[in-house]
T-cell receptor, first 114, second 115 residues
Framework: AQSVAQPEDQVNVAEGNPLTVKCTYSVSGNPYLFWYVQYPNRGLQFLLKYITGDNLVKGSYGFEAEFNKSQTSFHLKKPSALVSDSALYFCAVSENTGGFKTIFGAGTRLFVKA | EAGVVQSPRYKIIEKKQPVAFWCNPISGHNTLYWYRQNLGQGPELLIRYENEEAVDDSQLPKDRFSAERLKGVDSTLKIQPAELGDSAVYLC?????????????FGPGTRLLVL
């Protein structure tokens, strides 16, 4: 069965510093990996996804993520954090197994301090 | 382009009462998803539609939950009767063709509180 883990409940970073939000996954086949962001009282907004090809994926708002097959990870990164990046971040995984289900992690709260 | 629309945004009911949520997906999106998001957790799929057909309802508690998407466009999710444990945010999402590599677009959600 597929699963996804976000090992940190919260990540704290100072504005202007680089940030990393971690995600690891488990699937039986080839994964499709996603990052979404959720602001208070809002739905999830898509940031980026990995389907195939280049392991480094660039997305919205300066975020990027690196697919690492050997470590089964898909960590979200940004070179310079903004206070406005403070939100809840979800990693998700899907796989094509003749019908599919997207599994979401429990979320990581990012707090960027001015 | 209009996003996924959900109503109501908030609902407070007493236990054992019925409640219904409505969702209108992005125009042209064939696949519609209903998720439940409990506090401090990620969304969990309740049901997935491809056009009018429910293709995955394995996680839908069928004793009290029901859903429909009669014309393959908008959808209603119903709970009858509601229990205290149903308090959560109910999210609707849509995607173009229901492939696992597609982006899902989420509505703002309906926050349900059962007293």
């Amino acid at each position: 069965a597929q699963s996804v883990a976000q090992p940190e409940d919260q990540v704290n970073v100072a504005e202007g510093n680089p940030l990393t939000v971690k995600c690891t996954y488990s699937v039986s086949g080839n994964p499709y990996l996603f990052w979404y962001v959720q602001y208070p009282n809002r739905g999830l907004q898509f940031l980026l996804k990995y389907i195939t090809g280049d392991n480094l994926v660039k997305g919205s708002y300066g975020f990027e993520a690196e697919f690492n097959k050997s470590q089964t990870s898909f960590h979200l990164k940004k070179p310079s954090a903004l206070v406005s990046d403070s939100a809840l971040y979800f990693c998700a995984v899907s796989e094509n197994t003749g019908g599919f289900k997207t599994i979401f992690g429990a979320g990581t709260r990012l707090f960027v301090k001015a | 382009e209009a996003g996924v629309v959900q109503s109501p945004r908030y609902k407070i009911i007493e236990k054992k009462q019925p409640v219904a949520f409505w969702c209108n997906p992005i125009s042209g999106h064939n696949t519609l998803y209903w998720y439940r998001q409990n506090l401090g957790q990620g969304p969990e799929l309740l049901i997935r539609y491809e056009n009018e057909e429910a293709v995955d309802d394995s996680q839908l508690p069928k004793d009290r939950f029901s859903a429909e998407r009669l014309k393959g466009v908008d959808s209603t999710l119903k709970i009858q009767p509601a229990e205290l444990g149903d308090s959560a945010v109910y999210l609707c999402a849509s995607s173009l063709e229901g492939q696992p590599q597609e982006t899902q677009y989420f509505g703002p959600g309906t926050r349900l509180l059962v007293l």
